[in-house]
T-cell receptor, first 109, second 112 residues
Framework: QKEVEQNSGPLSVPEGAIASLNCTYS??????FFWYRQYSGKSPELIMF????GDKEDGRFTAQLNKASQYVSLLIRDSQPSDSATYLC?????????FGAGTTVTVRA | NAGVTQTPKFQVLKTGQSMTLQCAQD?????MYWYRQDPGMGLRLIYY???????DKGEVPNGYNVSRLNKREFSLRLESAAPSQTSVYFC???????????FGPGTRLTVT
């Protein structure tokens, strides 16, 4: 099974700050990468996906990918209390997604 | 457009009982998946169906069987439930393998 590692947190940030989430993966051949948000008791919800090295921005979210370092990150700008959730990193290896255990983010009002 | 739906939402079984979890998607997706989620373990793939007519084992297939009934529906069966199968089960679908997956609301299963 391909490994996907995330810091479990909790990551506590003040409202309006930037939350930075990190993810590393073991399969150097991985081609696509996904970030999901999961509220307590709910199902994972897709936030972003990224295929190429560099940054990809969507609203307050920025995904960053560095395939050489096998590292993908998610930045949440202007964090809001509604961003409090667990964020799952997923990596496509052999056409199947491997998920990290998630990072729990708490935004303090 | 309901996306991915799952039934039931909650289920309690006794050890040894059997049940089938149902999943349907209305997005015309080719690929469908069953995951289980346990505290601290993340999502683990049980079985998947790359396309209608095919099914394959994932990371944790033991104790489960699946049926891809048609393009829309993918069911998961527990033949003889065990307490170790207490978990939250999610169905997901994607347009193709390796593409972004969309999840159903989940089924919370407790086996006593």
């Amino acid at each position: 099974q391909k490994e996907v590692e995330q810091n479990s947190g909790p990551l506590s940030v003040p409202e309006g700050a930037i939350a930075s989430l990190n993810c590393t993966y073991s399969d150097r051949g991985s081609q696509s990468f996904f970030w999901y948000r999961q509220y307590s008791g709910k199902s994972p919800e897709l936030i972003m996906f990224i295929y190429s090295n560099g940054d990809k921005e969507d609203g307050r979210f920025t995904a960053q990918l560095n395939k050489a370092s096998q590292y993908v990150s998610l930045l949440i700008r202007d964090s809001q209390p509604s961003d409090s959730a667990t964020y799952l990193c997923a990596v496509n290896s052999d056409y199947k997604l491997s998920f990290g255990a998630g990072t729990t983010v708490t935004v303090r009002a | 457009n309901a996306g991915v739906t799952q039934t039931p939402k909650f289920q309690v079984l006794k050890t040894g009982q059997s049940m089938t979890l149902q999943c349907a998607q209305d997005m015309n997706h080719n690929s469908m998946y069953w995951y289980r989620q346990d505290p601290g373990m993340g999502l683990r793939l049980i079985y998947y169906s790359a396309s209608e007519g095919t099914t394959d084992k994932g990371e944790v297939p033991n104790g489960y069987n699946v049926s891809r009934l048609n393009k829309r529906e993918f069911s998961l069966r527990l033949e003889s439930a065990a307490p170790s199968q207490t978990s939250v089960y999610f169905c997901a679908s994607s347009i193709g393998q390796g593409n972004e997956q969309y999840f159903g609301p989940g089924t919370r299963l407790t086996v006593t």
